[in-house]
């Protein structure tokens, strides 16, 4: 199993024990032990659930401090197309690029820009003959994750371009070398402005595996709290934007889907029904598609627990924003695609694998007797799924119980429901 680099973290002194990010973890990940709750790595695909349903605030994403950006001389910041979507009454999002150098950075390089040529570049690729369908979107790092641990069937079907937030911090850094050649590599640094905890975390093991594109991920949350302190409205901003609706819209579901034009697409946001689409397409249920955008977050980008404003209210100020701004900047949407030529700048170093949980055993026997062990459990345990154990699942205490985790006693409704059991029995 790969040793996966995670943001989302648990603050022991607020956590109560209580289950509610048990019962909503998609993947099981949560575990309630000891009074309070234990995150397994290995199946955490950081979708920030758990972070949303915590009502104590225990759970939270471990993005860098602001104060990180004074360690570089010249300050790159790559701010996500959702920053837009929080401020209230914005007409021009040159106001927000502009707040961006009056808190302390040096410049700017919009990830909307670099969306719009992965747009272009996806609908290159689709048109290929030779790639499965439907192409699953890369952009969202918890999809990736997801299908990695579960849907081994499906990991070809992923995108193999880089995401937007790639792409801008390799061309933010070019551009700066390229107006400013005094500058070195160690002088330059690059911060994304994330809206959830799945971008920081897939950033951050980019540069654990040694291909870090950002020396830095701050939460969207802490830099609209300093913009909003430097934001004035009357002063009239420098156009400083060189991006149009078709990067803008990369923060709603959809968006990313709509600029593929003609090709048949489906998007879904919100992680029960991004699971509920990945179950369609491994049981090959779904109507021919040429493109599916899936989002773990409800609405999008907009919806990450790291951005402040409700996904709902973002989405509709960002079509209020867009209303003014050229279709796009980068890319002529216009044209008849006819070339499928991709840099190889655009394509990942590594394609997604199949990276499933630990197995039961590392002996193929043993694991089976293991199996077989874990039926039977399942069978004795009452199947009402309470939570009340600390598993999520009758089934996943079942499977804690044959790793050694859990024991039956920890069946708080056992007894009762075997003592109904016996009652009805005996009439």
């Known amino acids: 199993m790969a040793n996966v680099r995670h943001s989302v973290a648990l603050t022991l002194e607020k956590c109560r024990g209580c289950t509610h990010c048990l019962q909503r973890c998609p993947t099981e990940a949560i575990r309630i032990r000891d009074g309070h709750a234990q995150i397994t790595t290995t199946l955490c695909i950081d979708c920030g659930e758990c972070i949303r349903t915590c009502g104590y605030q225990a759970k939270h994403a471990e993005a860098d401090p602001f104060e990180c950006i004074q360690d570089y001389n010249y300050k790159i910041a790559l701010p996500a197309p959702a920053l837009y979507g929080q401020f209230d009454h914005l007409d021009d999002i040159n106001y927000v690029l502009d707040g961006l150098l009056k808190i302390g950075f040096d410049d700017i390089f919009e990830v909307a820009q670099a969306a719009e040529l992965v747009s272009g570049y996806s609908r290159r690729y689709i ?19 997801l299908i990695s ?3 081994p069937d499906l990991v070809d079907n992923v995108l193999p371009l880089h995401p937007p937030v790639d792409m801008a911090a390799k061309l933010a850094r070019i551009v700066a070398k390229k107006e400013h ?12 402005i994330s809206p959830c905890p799945a971008k920081v975390s897939y950033l951050k093991q980019e540069a654990e595996e040694d291909r870090q594109l950002v020396d830095g991920v701050l939460s969207m949350t802490d830099i609209y709290k300093r913009l909003v302190q430097v934001m004035k409205r009357g002063d009239v901003p420098p156009p400083r934007s060189k991006t149009g609706r078709v990067g803008i819209r990369w923060a709603g579901s959809g968006g990313e889907a709509k600029a593929l034009s003609k090709h ?21 249920t779904l109507p021919d598609l040429d493109f599916i955008e899936l989002n773990a977050c ?74 077989m062990e874990l039926e039977r459990i399942a069978e004795e345990l009452p199947s009402l799924d309470c939570g009340a154990c600390g598993a999520p699942t009758c089934r996943a205490l079942a499977e804690d119980i044959v790793r050694g985790t859990a024991t039956m006693e920890d069946c708080l409704l056992l007894g009762r429901v075997q003592g109904n059991q016996a009652k009805e029995d005996d009439t």
Not at 127 to 145: F, H, L, Q, Y
Not at 181 to 192: N, Q, R, S, V, Y
Not at 341 to 351: A, K, Q, R
């Open 181 to 192: 050649p005094e500058l070195t590599d160690e002088d330059i640094g690059i911060f994304f």
């Open 298 to 371: 409800p609405g999008g980008c907009v919806g990450g627990v790291l951005a402040v404003e409700n996904p709902f209210v973002a989405r509709s100020r960002l079509l209020y924003v867009e209303r003014t701004m050229p279709e796009s900047r980068n890319w002529d949407f216009s044209k008849k695609q006819v070339s499928t030529f991709i840099p190889g700048d655009y394509f990942l170093e590594e394609t997604l694998l199949y990276d499933p949980p630990e197995a039961l055993d590392s002996d193929r026997r043993q694991a089976l007797l293991k199996r």
């Open 127 to 145: 048109m290929r003959e030779d790639v499965p369908k439907p192409v699953i979107s890369s952009a969202c790092p918890v999809i990736g994750r």
């Open 149 to 151: 641990i579960r849907y």
């Open 264 to 284: 048949r697409h489906l998007a879904a946001s919100g992680i029960e029904n991004v699971i509920k689409v990945l179950d369609s397409i491994d049981n090959d």
